[in-house]
Every structure is written in C-alpha cells, then in structure tokens.
C-alpha cells in the first residue's frame, strides 16, 4: 500500500476520489489528473512553481519502487573461450543522484560466430546497499547472453549482474538490463568480471528533472499498490 497521508486507505489507488478516479484494469499507473490539479494549484497559490513543488508532485503522485535505473551504451565480443565487454553507463536513483561510468572487463564466453556486437540496454538496480549512484562503483560479475540476426544483423542483449564486496563474495547491490544489439549473426554468451569507474561528480537533479526522470521510469519506476483487487464493483454506486 502507499504510505503518507494515505495510508491503508482502502481507496488508496484512487487518491481518496474513487467518483472521478476508478482503474478497472489496474494499469493506470499515473494519475495525471490528480498530478495537474497538484501543480495548478501550487501555481495558482505561490504565483509560480517552485523546483521544490515539482519534487514533491513525483514523490507524491510517482512513488518509486526500484532504488535505481541503469543506461547503458555497450560493445562486446565473444571468441570462444573468451569475452569482453566495455559500456559507458548512466546510473540514476530514485531520488534523482545521477553519475557518469566507464565499465569494462572480461571473461569466459561462448557462441556461434565471432559475437561482434554493439548495443544500447537499460534495467533496473535493487539492493539494499545501493543509496546512492556512486554505490554502483567497484567489481561486479555479469552473466549475459545475445543473439543477433543474420539480415538485418540486429538482435537482442540481456544480462544480470551483482557487484563484489572488498573482502570477496557477492554485494547486495545487482541489477538486471535488456537491450538491442547490432553486429555479427549468432549467438553468444558469457561470464565477465567487469570494473566499474566513475567518470564525473555525482549530481543530484533539479525538482522537475527528477519528476521527468520518474515519468520516463528512469530514478526508480514508478509503483502505484498492486495488492489491491481493483474492479468496477470498488466504485460506489
């Protein structure tokens, strides 16, 4: 359920306005109607928009339940035995820190074909040693597979990764991405051990970069209470 000023409120869902707001289906997961009275009504009162309302409308309206999001632009290749991967990565959280990686690194691999690809992925990061963009930094085993066509050469990417504790083993921070590929037919897979270096300062978005960044299911996708049976019945009659 939502926490706040909602609470266990059995309408919930609906915004305590179950008359004009119902989702039969459940798939509505923002309710764009209650966002746009929220923001003309702090225009309308304050005579503007602060960067500050605009954070609350996301918090408020757009929860989040992943801490993260992943952006990758990625190139690999797999010879069997071996494989490498390097990417240039946008990690973002939940709360709009934002950081700039380089990751790279090699391992086993396996496939038909030489596995030549480069490709765009993007996914979610989980854990509860992730709280901020820099705690993406460090060693992580990554386990991916890919095929792609022979005509046109295009194809699909994905892979699942946890990163690595000092003292060895595996961290609670992992993440899984999905993409699309372009490159040699066949395919691949592999096992890498990648590093990951930040490249800039974190950087923490403004109020409405973060309520876009969650709109765009970028900081966090949204989450809107999935333990509610939503029906028709649920609007009064």
Not at 1 to 27: E, F, K, T
Not at 68 to 93: D, K, Q
Not at 156 to 162: G, I, K, Q, R, S
Request: hydrophobic fraction near 35%; proline fraction near 5%; charged fraction near 15%.
């Amino acid at each position: 359920m939502l926490g706040g000023v909602q609470g266990y409120d059995r309408y919930a869902y609906s915004s305590n306005n179950p008359i004009n707001n119902i989702d039969p289906s459940g798939h509505d997961d923002i309710p764009w109607w209650e966002i746009t009275k929220f923001i003309v009504g702090r225009a309308w009162n304050n005579g503007r928009l602060r960067d500050s309302d605009w954070k609350e409308a996301a918090n408020t309206y757009i929860p989040a339940n992943h801490e993260g999001s992943n952006h990758a632009f990625a190139g690999s290749v797999v010879l069997a035995p071996l494989a490498g991967v390097a990417e240039l990565n946008v990690i973002t959280t939940d709360d709009g820190d934002a950081q700039l990686y380089f990751t790279y690194g090699g391992g086993a691999g396996a496939g038909t074909g030489l596995g030549v690809a480069v490709g765009e992925t993007q996914g979610s990061i989980d854990g509860s040693g992730f709280k901020s963009a820099r705690d993406f930094a460090g060693e992580a085993v990554q386990v991916s597979v890919g095929a792609n066509l022979p005509f046109p050469p295009v194809g699909l990417t994905f892979d699942a990764w946890a990163g690595k504790k000092d003292g060895g083993g595996l961290s609670n921070v992992y993440g899984v991405d999905g993409g699309w590929t372009v490159g040699s037919p066949g395919v691949s897979g592999s096992i890498t051990l990648q590093n990951a270096v930040p490249l800039t300062n974190d950087h923490q978005m403004s109020g409405f970069g973060l309520f876009v960044c969650r709109v765009a299911e970028q900081c966090g996708r949204p989450s809107r209470p999935i333990d509610v049976v939503i029906s028709d019945k649920s609007k009064p009659q």
